[in-house]
């Protein structure tokens, strides 16, 4: 009897798993929330004219019939809330979004909502004035607070309102300034400023931030070839009066609507093709860009081919035998008895300098302290750059550089290492103390800085050849074992540049990724330096604009 029951209770329990069971069930419910005060987040979207209306809910989960009272306080959440920095009156100013809420006349302290005996639900009202500009979303948090007859939940005390921007980004274009023409030419003879004008189509509640790209700046074919200018060796970029570098962004600040850029062409004494560029501007944030975005420039260069220039040899400065030499020295006795140098004695010499050589000085500083910025030699023609003493000036004698040159003309095949394109700002610690060294750039930038702002009043600046840099060599200083300076000191102002290689424009004749460099501090004078490494040198410039 009990196996026959079982068996009845097992095919009951399998016939109702297969086809359901109509009995009665108790229906699932969501678990209720926990008694206390919930404040729920809420979005608005603003129109284009008028007033748009929103509110803020705060809910009351009862346990009882009691009345239930809160306040709320409103605060900011980003810096973009320009409702809660103005609150403070029942009627906004200066062109907020948030009108109003309630009819209260401060926030300036919390305020309080009552919850009758029956109440669930509060509303606070508020009202925002609708616009045309384009700002970011705003954000801004109710903050409930002080509750009797009811505790706030847990992390449910702090409402986030936003405001949602419905404005288009601003339009950004740009032109050239007073020229009716679609490609502007710059001319080195005459390199006037042409300014560019970036503007916007309406005027926006946050900056815009805009990118200039510049075509010559990805290295190819034609760039190699001569056909595109090269940035910062060939013209420049300003913003006022601060030079831009590569990396820069044009920024049109909230409630403007232009920007202006300058383009200059730099008189570099080289011989090229005619060069051309385009700039280009590129949206980067709170502004899309329309079709008047890329604007074409050509140069004219004003240099004539180059001329076989007939010019004086500088003598050695060998004009005794050192002690250490013997009688024999067949090589230091006939030097030092023919040339310039023949003719000087320990206790006389010929022009100004040492041994045979005949320097003068140019552009002695108004201070007064004998300083100067050149040095001409008389006897080449050649005028020479003097470091300044220290380490962090544009031109100070610690400063190195990475040998560059986009020209093919002159590169002898490899263009070297570009670089930093910042050849003014200085190397600092996390404390902001300068160090010794400033951030190395390329020789191609550094020529084109001392071109652009005319060292001594003049442009044609450039890297020397190895032999114009063997030229100020002073042989009869540290012969043999000595390491002295082996140029004259008086005139290229006592700088250490000669304690390092310097950099000539020479490339080696065996291997292009190689250039020449002097180190006039050292017996191993000359030395082949690779140019497409982290490896850099000193730079002394020249300038043979007098001779030619």
Request: proline share 3%; glycine share 8%.
């Amino acid at each position: 009897m009990q196996k026959n029951i079982l068996l009845f209770l097992l095919i009951t329990i399998l016939f109702s798993g297969l086809y359901g069971c109509s009995c009665s069930q108790k229906p699932l419910t969501e678990p209720e929330l926990p008694a206390g005060l919930y404040i729920k987040n809420a979005v608005i979207t603003e129109e284009n004219d008028g007033q748009t209306e929103g509110k803020v809910t705060i809910l009351l989960q009862r346990n009882h019939s009691d009345a239930v009272s809160v306040k709320y306080q409103i605060f900011a959440k980003t810096d973009t809330s320009k409702p809660v920095a103005v609150i403070g009156g029942a009627v906004s100013d200066n062109n907020t979004d948030l009108l109003s809420i309630v009819d209260v006349l401060s926030f300036s302290e919390p305020q309080a909502v009552i919850f009758g005996a029956t109440d669930t639900v509060l509303e606070i009202p508020f009202t925002i004035v609708n616009d045309t500009v384009y700002e970011e979303d705003e954000v801004f948090l109710v903050k409930l607070s002080d509750p009797v007859g009811a505790g706030i939940a847990t992390d449910a005390g702090v409402a986030e309102v936003i405001i949602k921007n419905d404005d288009d980004e601003p339009v950004a274009s740009f032109e050239i300034m007073d020229t009716a023409e679609t490609a502007s030419s710059l001319n080195e003879a005459s390199p006037a400023k042409v300014s560019l004008k970036v503007s916007l189509n309406t005027v926006s509640a946050v900056a815009a931030s805009l990118e200039l790209r510049r075509s010559s700046e990805t290295i190819s074919n034609e760039s190699k070839h001569g056909k595109l200018a090269a940035y910062r060796v060939d013209y420049m970029l300003y913003q006022g009066d601060t030079k831009m570098s590569a990396d820069a962004d044009i920024v049109i600040p909230a409630g403007e609507l232009e920007s202006f850029i300058d383009v200059i062409a730099i008189d570099d004494g080289v011989r090229e093709q005619s060069e051309t560029f385009d700039l280009t501007l590129s949206a980067k944030e709170h502004a899309t860009t329309g079709t008047s975005v890329t604007t074409s420039f050509s140069i004219t260069d004003n240099d004539t081919n180059p001329t076989v220039v007939l010019s004086k040899l500088n003598d050695t400065g060998i004009f005794k035998l050192p002690v250490a030499a013997i009688d024999t020295d067949a090589q230091g006795y006939v030097d030092m008895s023919v040339g310039r140098d023949s003719t000087v004695t320990a206790e006389s010499k010929i022009g100004a300098g040492q041994a045979g050589f005949d320097f003068t000085k140019i552009e002695v500083d108004d201070d007064g302290d004998g300083v100067h910025d050149c040095v001409k030699d008389n006897v080449t023609g050649l005028i020479w750059e003097v470091k300044v003493k220290d380490n962090v000036s544009e031109r100070g004698s610690g400063r190195q550089f990475s040998w560059y040159d986009p020209d093919y003309l002159t590169n002898g095949g490899d263009e070297g290492s570009e670089g930093p394109y910042d050849c003014i700002s200085l190397l600092k610690d996390s404390d902001g103390n300068v160090l010794n060294l400033a951030p190395n750039c390329s020789t191609a930038y550094y020529v084109a800085d001392m071109n652009e702002t005319g060292l001594c009043g003049m442009s044609n600046w450039r890297l020397p050849t190895i032999e114009e840099l063997r030229s100020i060599i002073d042989y009869g200083k540290g012969y043999g074992l000595s390491k002295s300076m082996r140029y004259d000191t008086e005139y290229f102002a006592g700088d250490t540049i000669g304690s390092n290689y310097i950099w000539s424009s020479t490339t080696s004749a065996n291997d292009a990724s190689k250039a020449w460099a002097i180190r006039f501090g050292s017996n191993f004078i000359e030395e082949l330096r690779s140019k497409n490494s982290a490896l850099i040198n000193s730079v002394r410039l020249v300038n043979d604009s007098q001779i030619q």
